[in-house]
């Protein structure tokens, strides 16, 4: 079962919308809501990246989204 990208929510406001803040277009924000329902993620920044964790579909890593080293 796939979701389509219509049913997809803003990892940077938690609407089902396109807009990115200047912040994020530039890298510079990490992901504040999970992508899969909406909620708001626990997230945790560090000097060479950030992790998120929803508490229903797990956790993402800069890293393995290749935006740290």
Do not use: F
């Amino acid at each position: 079962m796939s979701i389509a990208v219509a049913d997809r929510y803003n990892p940077y406001t938690g609407k089902q919308d396109d807009s990115v803040p200047a912040a994020a277009a530039l890298g510079l924000e990490p992901p504040r809501y999970c992508t899969e329902c909406g909620r708001r993620m626990i997230v945790q920044v560090s000097p060479d990246g950030w992790w998120a964790r929803c508490s229903r579909h797990g956790q993402i890593d800069s890293a393995d989204l290749e935006h740290r080293k």
